[in-house]
């Protein structure tokens, strides 16, 4: 009889327990994102009282290519124009966004953010760096490493999967995916 090391082969009960392990753990992720304390402590810090919606327009308006306006962060936000025109007016109303018109037409509202808006913005930014290093604080770089990209693919892959919407007929969104 030999010493010999088999080479380790995922068995299929294996792939279900990574699977079951990952969708708790989500679940778990989901919890603690859900709390929403990265944003709720930015806005603690820089412009008590607004909704965590406000911050999320701030966020959409980032990602919105071409002219922001308030149809197009309802739309990014898949939300009903009229509650997007609420949480600009209220950002507009509290100095975090401004109303400018448009080179392009002159009816037409852009929204910019003004400096308190950035500087809620940098504040955001400020505390998920501070979340982060001290919960991967004492991780090797090649973990950092492994953990970034891999995040990274997964999230990427979920994004296109499950998250960009169709219009139906009728305007509203409905989530594409292949389940």
């Given amino acids: ?17 990574d699977l079951t392990r990952i969708s708790e753990t989500l679940g778990r992720f989901r919890m603690l994102m859900g709390r929403r304390m990265i944003a709720r402590t930015a806005i603690a810090n820089t412009v008590p009282g607004l909704d965590l919606s406000h911050l999320d327009a701030l966020d959409v308006m980032q990602r919105i290519e071409g002219e922001v306006t308030v149809g197009a962060i309802a739309e990014a936000m898949r939300m ?10 209220e950002l507009v ?16 509202s852009l929204l910019v953010m003004t400096e308190l ?12 760096a501070s979340v982060l290093e001290e919960v991967l604080d004492g991780w090797s770089e090649e973990e950092l490493a492994a953990f970034s990209h891999l995040f990274e693919k997964f999230i990427g892959r979920f994004e296109t999967t499950y998250l ?11 989530l594409t995916g292949t389940r």
């Fill in 1 to 17: 009889m030999t010493d010999t090391v088999l080479p380790i082969t995922p068995a299929a009960t294996d792939a279900v327990e």
């Fill in 164 to 174: 960009y919407a169709s219009r139906t007929e009728g305007g509203e969104a409905e």
């Fill in 93 to 108: 109303s509290r100095g975090v966004l401004r109303r400018d018109a448009s080179q392009q037409d002159g009816r037409r």
């Fill in 117 to 128: 808006g950035c500087r809620l913005q940098a504040e955001r930014r400020a505390v998920k």
């Fill in 80 to 89: 009903d124009p009229s509650r997007g025109s609420r949480i600009v007016a």
